[in-house]
C-alpha cells in the first residue's frame, strides 16, 4: 500500500491518495481534483472509491468531480452534503452541496476496496458522522485528532465529551498506528498518548 499526501489547495486540508497495484482511493477530496487526476495519470492508477471522514467543506469540497467513483460517508454525517450550514461552508462566505450519491456507513465495517482493506471507527465529536479509517497500522484520523491536538467542537454538531471518548476509544483501538490526520503532520498513537496536550 502506497500513501500520497496532497495538501494544496484552499482549505489547507490533508488529501491522502492510497493506492495498491494500479488501484487508488481517495480519503478526504479537499484540493481540486485536477491535482487528483495528475496524480493518477501519472501513475497509471485508476479510482476505485472515495471515503470521507466527515462532512466538512474542507474535506468534501471536489467530491463532485468524480460521480462515476463511490463516495463513502457515515450517515450521520449525510445532512452536511446538502447543507451548507451544516458543511460550514458558510463560513467561508458560499454555500456548498455535494449531489454525489453516498455509500452509508454505521461504523463497525469492513470495506475492501481496489486491493486494500480499511476498517470504519465512528468517531464522532467533531461532527456526528465522523469517521476514522483504519489500514492495518495506519490510521486516516481526519479532524478526530492531530498531532499534538483534536478537532475543534464549536462546529455544527460538535461535541467536547464526546470527542475525547472518541479519541480514547481509537487511540486504544489502533494503539500501534501511524496517524493520518487532516491537517497537519503525521503522528503516532503512542505519541499522542503522551504528548497530546488534550
Known sequence: MQIQTLS??????????????????????GVPDETVRRHLTAQSLTLCAILLTHGHVD????????????LYIHRADLPALTDPVKNVSTLFGFSLTISH???LLDGGETLDLGGM?????HTPGH????VCYQAGTVLF?????FCAGRGRTDLPGGAEET????IASVLDAC??????????????AQAERARNPF
Not at 494544496?8 to 477530496?29: R, T
Open 8 to 29: 494544496e489547495g484552499p482549505f489547507g486540508v490533508n488529501c491522502y491518495l492510497v493506492s495498491h497495484q494500479n488501484q487508488a482511493v481517495l480519503i478526504d477530496p
Open 59 to 70: 474535506h468534501i469540497a471536489f467530491a463532485d468531480a468524480w460521480p462515476e467513483v463511490p
Open 101 to 103: 450519491a453516498a455509500r
Open 117 to 121: 482493506t480499511f476498517f470504519v471507527h
Open 127 to 130: 461532527s456526528p458522522g465522523s
Open 141 to 145: 484520523c481526519g479532524d478526530t485528532i
Open 163 to 166: 470527542l475525547m471518548a472518541s
Open 175 to 188: 494503539a500501534q498506528a501511524r496517524l493520518y490526520p487532516g491537517h497537519g503532520p503525521q503522528t503516532t
